[in-house]
């Protein structure tokens, strides 16, 4: 009886050691499991089924004197003409930062050349650069001595050739992105209201501007409205861990799941959802510093939701191929490619070798092997094959 009773004790210790041990790692291991498992199924189930919210745009509701102090940045570059007298198809605003010089001259001569584009593609494609002003003593810019004064001199020198920086008062940082989203949609309306077309993307996307040129004629014949188009998140979480860029406090946003939006890398909206979002930043509060979940609350707001189109990656890359370039819009993080994609994805080759029926099985079975992967890749989804 008295062993019986110690052999019971011994493995209730041993229980209990393993409860512990197992108590433990749940604790250590809690906040990823949060973070990365927790906070989804919550997220999901609360976009999927518990309610629309509505109650989003009442909380962001503000004055509009209170609102104006997220727009109200006077403009240090600006080209109120830039559209004046044309029948613009797109006005193409790319988020660029002081320091980026090189990538808004590679933009430049490749997919962002106008002329090329008003020549070869037979239309009138605005492509400006959203810029707010350089934080002191940033690299990029080469004043050897780091003051204010000299890289808003550079700046000044690279617009008077190009044309196109439209800058505004404000320290270009991440954290004042949804201030250049507001810069955006606000010089639509003052300076290009006409455009058909608006679009807002990273200075590392790579645009197939034939591609979206002509997908934006073809919507444009047929009279869309309501359009608002890119990468689709829907039911992201907010992150709450406060080593991530994208943190956001509770204070800053209280419920599980953000309103779907498009990802911030590149997407299009129609002139009338541009003018309602516009008019929504005159009474929303715009101190949510991530850009795109912002523009998910502006769509929250006047009641528009984003369309997935396939051909535009979010964080990814597209894979290099001939029939990949057949079908891309956009394709996030290029740099140094950036010219030989131009080339080859805008080559005469591309479109002989994907048409015809040989043309086209070949491609559909290209893009199964390159997409349709059981792991997860970060570019086009597998459906993206039988589009
Ligand atoms: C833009 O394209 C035109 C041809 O249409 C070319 O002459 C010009 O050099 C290009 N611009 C740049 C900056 O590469
Ligand atoms: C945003 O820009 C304003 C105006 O320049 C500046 O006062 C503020 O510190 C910036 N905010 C961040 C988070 O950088
Ligand atoms: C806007 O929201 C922030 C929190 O995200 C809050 O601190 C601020 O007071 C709000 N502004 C107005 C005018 O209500
Ligand atoms: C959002 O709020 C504004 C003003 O508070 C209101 O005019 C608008 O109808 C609301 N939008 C939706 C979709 O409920």
């Not at 999901?44 to 509505?54: A, D, E």
């Not at 933009?107 to 002003?133: M, P």
């Not at 002191?136 to 050739?161: I, N, P, W, Y």
């Not at 009279?223 to 689709?232: D, N, Q």
Request: net charge positive.
């Amino acid at each position: 009886m008295f062993v019986n009773f110690r052999r019971i004790r011994k493995w209730q210790f041993v229980q209990l050691m393993t409860a512990c041990l197992v108590l433990s790692v749940v604790m250590v291991c809690w906040e990823q499991l949060d973070n990365h498992v927790i906070s989804h199924a919550k997220s999901y189930s609360y976009r999927y089924l518990v309610n629309r919210f509505t109650y989003i745009n009442k909380s962001f509701t503000i004055s509009r004197e209170q609102a104006r102090s997220f727009s109200s940045f006077p403009y240090l570059l600006d080209h109120p003409d830039k559209c004046v007298d044309k029948d613009v198809l797109l006005l193409l605003f790319v988020k660029s930062s002081p320091g980026n010089i090189e990538r808004r001259n590679a933009i430049r001569s490749t997919w962002g050349n106008e002329s090329y584009i008003q020549n070869a593609l037979g239309v009138t494609v605005k492509v400006v650069f959203a810029l707010g002003t350089p934080p002191a003593k940033k690299a990029g810019l080469s004043c050897s001595t780091g003051s204010r004064v000299c890289f808003q001199e550079q700046l000044a020198r690279e617009d008077r050739l190009s044309g196109d920086l439209i800058q505004q008062d404000f320290l270009d940082t991440f954290h004042n992105l949804t201030l250049k989203l507001i810069l955006q949609f606000h010089w639509m309306h003052s300076r290009c209201a006409h455009a058909r077309f608006l679009m807002t993307a990273d200075d590392d996307v790579f645009v197939h501007m034939p591609n979206l040129v002509s997908y934006l004629q073809d919507m444009s014949s047929r009279g869309v409205t309501g359009l608002w188009v890119g990468r689709v998140h829907r039911g992201a979480p907010p992150i709450r861990s406060k080593d991530s860029k994208y943190y956001v406090p509770f204070e800053m946003y209280q419920w599980f799941s953000y309103p779907d939006y498009t990802a911030g890398a590149g997407y299009v909206v129609s002139r009338d959802v541009a003018d309602k979002v516009y008019q929504a930043t005159l009474t929303l509060n715009a101190s949510l510093y991530i850009d795109d979940v912002f523009m998910g609350i502006c769509g929250n707001a006047i009641g528009v939701s984003p369309q997935e189109h396939v051909y535009f990656s979010g964080e990814g890359k597209a894979p290099y191929h001939t029939c990949i370039y057949d079908q891309m819009m956009t394709s996030h993080g290029h740099v140094e490619d950036i010219y030989d994609l131009w080339k080859a994805a805008t080559h005469p080759q591309v479109k002989q070798k994907t048409t015809g029926l040989i043309g086209r099985l070949y491609c559909t079975a290209v893009k199964m092997s390159l997409l349709c992967k059981p792991y997860y890749l970060n570019t086009y989804p597998c459906k993206a094959a039988f589009f």
